[in-house]
């Protein structure tokens, strides 16, 4: 029996208990990136914290599937049609084909995820995959009356909807603040908000990836992308929606409109947002010149764990300021942490009674709009409480099924005993991970640590190197 979530609606502007379409059971879409470039860590507290979502949801008793797309293609950089093509950008960039920045961005993507323990997504999908599904549902918009086309582009009318700006009163003009002016405006849109469906005339000549159409030899604009995938693994309706704040105008306005246009009915209930990471000069983005990564985070000698726990202590709705001091505060507290829970000696009895009713405050912490501050409070409380450790450390791996900061990484005692044949195998395939790793072998890397989950060993990626231990 699943457990009631609450978290912030966008749509509704509310905090609302969360009711899935089936009973039980969660359709759940992630925007993905777009893999031109490395994810800066602004890019990266959004995927934490949606993962925190995935993970509070499964706590609660939720079978989730979720699905992820990755841009690879019509993302131009401003969202709303205009500027330069991103993958292209990245490509002139490196010298590189399109299809090379795609792969390596996506596997760095991934491996960022990987150190910051953000589960990988039920399935993952690459616009480029998907060019039939987006020629169908533009070809039905356009028998619709919902698109038409101009200077043989195919665009969405969106003074056909009574209501476009469905996540907010605001007016366009305010709606529009952030977009930018310097791009030259499409003479073609019949309205102001129209965007694109389709490109087959472009500004770009040289653009690497082209698909036959029936409107001619182009590409898919950006919008199109989530509301085919999404429909293409989850079926005409989902649960919930993920995405960062700037995603709300114009991409996820734009999802809705198509997506509704195409189907004639409510497309998605629940639309979750996380908010900007700032730094002293104000938002994090990737035209800064250089921006912060993980990796960066970890030459600086900060763990990604600790990045993630800096992020699980605000609130995702909140705008959080990203320093060094803070980071370094963090750090000290993280180390800490890590001490007491690997003070805690795993024997006894469980405490039951103690056990449901801290899993019962956790989980009413977590489920409250993701108060993971909330959380981590509970843990603190939990290790001044006179319960025995047993029930410390049962409770503590409970939390870390959603917080998934490795807490007990070093705590259990008899986690590594297995007979001596069976550990050389298991430090054997820990070096092939590794040297799998320092290829960019990382779909083998993958499969090396799924290989051992299999046979009960679970590996954890420690600031002390990889340690393991009996599932």
Request: with cysteine; glycine share 6%; aromatic share 12%.
């Amino acid at each position: 029996m699943e457990n009631k979530v609450k978290f912030y609606n966008t749509l509704t502007g509310k905090v609302e208990t969360f009711v899935p379409n089936e009973e039980g059971k969660v359709k759940m879409y992630t925007c993905g990136p777009t893999v031109y470039h490395f994810a800066h860590i602004g890019n990266l507290r959004t995927y934490i914290m949606e993962d925190v979502l995935e993970k509070t949801l499964r706590y609660a008793g939720y079978q989730v599937k979720r699905v992820m797309n990755i841009t690879d293609v019509g993302h131009l950089s401003s969202d709303a049609d205009t500027g330069e093509d991103k993958m292209l950008k990245g490509a002139k960039r490196e010298h590189k084909t399109v299809m090379q920045i795609a792969k390596y961005y996506t596997d760095a993507f991934f491996e960022d995820c990987r150190k910051l323990n953000i589960g990988r997504p039920e399935i993952v999908e690459p616009a480029t995959n998907c060019i039939d599904e987006f020629i169908h549902m533009i070809e039905v918009l356009l028998e619709k009356g919902y698109a038409y086309i101009a200077g043989d582009n195919v665009y969405f009318d969106t003074s056909k909807l009574e209501n476009y700006y469905v996540f907010s009163s605001q007016s366009e003009k305010e709606l529009m603040v952030g977009v930018r002016d310097d791009v030259s405006e499409d003479t073609n849109k019949r309205n102001k908000s129209d965007f694109v469906l389709w490109f087959t005339k472009s500004k770009f000549d040289n653009q690497e990836l082209k698909w036959n159409s029936p409107w001619g030899t182009g590409y898919p604009g950006w919008h199109i992308e989530c509301s085919c995938i999404s429909m293409k693994h989850l079926g005409e309706s989902m649960d919930i929606h993920c995405g960062g704040v700037d995603n709300i105008f114009p991409h996820h306005t734009n999802e809705i409109a198509q997506s509704e246009s195409y189907t004639g009915h409510k497309w998605c209930n629940y639309w979750f947002h996380v908010h900007h990471l700032n730094d002293k000069s104000g938002k994090m983005s990737k035209s800064k010149g250089e921006f912060l990564t993980a990796s960066l985070l970890e030459e600086k000698g900060y763990p990604a764990l600790v990045y993630r726990m800096f992020c699980l202590q605000s609130h995702y709705r909140k705008p959080l300021e990203f320093s060094y001091e803070v980071m370094d505060n963090v750090a000290a507290a993280y180390d800490k942490l890590l001490k007491a829970v690997e003070r805690l000696e795993d024997k006894g009895e469980l405490d039951r009674e103690a056990f449901d009713c801290y899993k019962n405050k956790f989980l009413e912490a977590v489920a409250s709009d993701l108060n993971t501050a909330m959380g981590i409070t509970v843990i603190y409380e939990l290790l001044k409480d006179s319960i025995n450790d047993k029930t410390k450390l049962a409770l503590i791996r409970s939390f870390d099924e959603v917080l998934s900061l490795n807490l007990t990484g070093g705590s259990r005692k008899n986690d590594t005993e297995v007979d001596p044949e069976f550990e050389q195998y298991i430090l054997e395939k820990i070096e092939e991970r590794k040297a799998a790793k320092k290829a960019k072998d990382f779909a083998k890397a993958d499969e090396i640590r799924s290989k051992l989950a299999e046979q009960g060993i679970l590996l954890e990626d420690t600031r002390e190197g990889v340690k393991w231990r009996k599932a």
